[in-house]
């Protein structure tokens, strides 16, 4: 036999207060739980479980990833590209400082000898050896200014080929730390249902044997 219903179980107003109880009970004990990579602001969907998430998570990760390796690489090697324009320029000019003090020391060293044999042998006047010899002063002067510009430009492309060397491997442990990155982490989050959102379809009484309950 079934024990009485008890008064006022079926009545409209228990009847709403049982279907309000029902949803805070699905509010409260019943939320959704999905995963979250804050880094990449990536969410896992409500119909997939934790490996169908871990391989697109993994897909996404290494697409950015590679995306951040070639913005690294491009910025370094736009560096490495201007130094080694740089390089080039320098280079240029060293042989241009060395082919002028080339032909510098080639004209002090007529200028000089010159000036020599014309003062050994009597040839010309006495004031003409003196403006040779101080045209060949100038000339000496100028082959030492020579000399000082080469190897002002030898400096300058000695610190370019540095900075070269330097910028290689500023870009090689960028590349390297870029591409090393581990998974970023996943975090749970929990997605309570809005009570509106909580349809209680039917609210119905079920007779439940007194034998159920005996401890």
């Keep these: 036999s079934y024990a009485e219903i008890p008064r006022g179980a079926l009545g409209k107003a228990r009847l709403r207060s049982a279907q309000a109880a029902l ?11 999905i ?50 324009a740089k390089i080039e320029k320098a280079s240029a000019k060293v042989d241009t400082e060395e082919a002028q003090l080339a032909a510098q020391k080639l004209d002090t060293g007529v200028s000089i000898g010159s000036a020599v044999l014309g003062a050994v042998f009597g040839r010309g006047t006495a004031s003409g050896h003196v403006r040779r ?11 030492a200014k020579e000399k000082k510009d080469v190897a002002r ?21 960028a590349l390297q730390e870029a591409g090393s990155e581990p998974m970023p982490p996943v975090e749970e989050v929990r997605v309570a249902p ?11 009484l079920a007779w439940v044997s007194p034998s159920r309950f005996t401890t």
């Design 194 to 204: 809005k009570k509106s959102d909580i349809v209680i379809s039917r609210i119905a």
């Design 153 to 173: 430009a030898k400096d300058k492309l000695e610190d370019l080929q540095e900075d070269l060397i330097e910028a290689q491997a500023a870009g090689n442990a």
């Design 35 to 84: 995963g979250y990579c804050r880094p990449l602001k990536f969410w896992s969907r409500i119909d997939e479980n934790r490996e169908e998430f871990n391989a697109r998570l993994s897909e996404e990760a290494n697409e950015v990833k590679e995306a951040k390796v070639q913005k690294v690489y491009d910025m370094h090697a736009a560096r490495i590209a201007k130094v080694e």
């Design 133 to 143: 010899a101080a045209s060949s002063a100038k000339r000496a002067n100028k082959t």
């Design 23 to 33: 949803k805070s009970h699905c509010y409260a004990e019943h939320p959704v739980i």
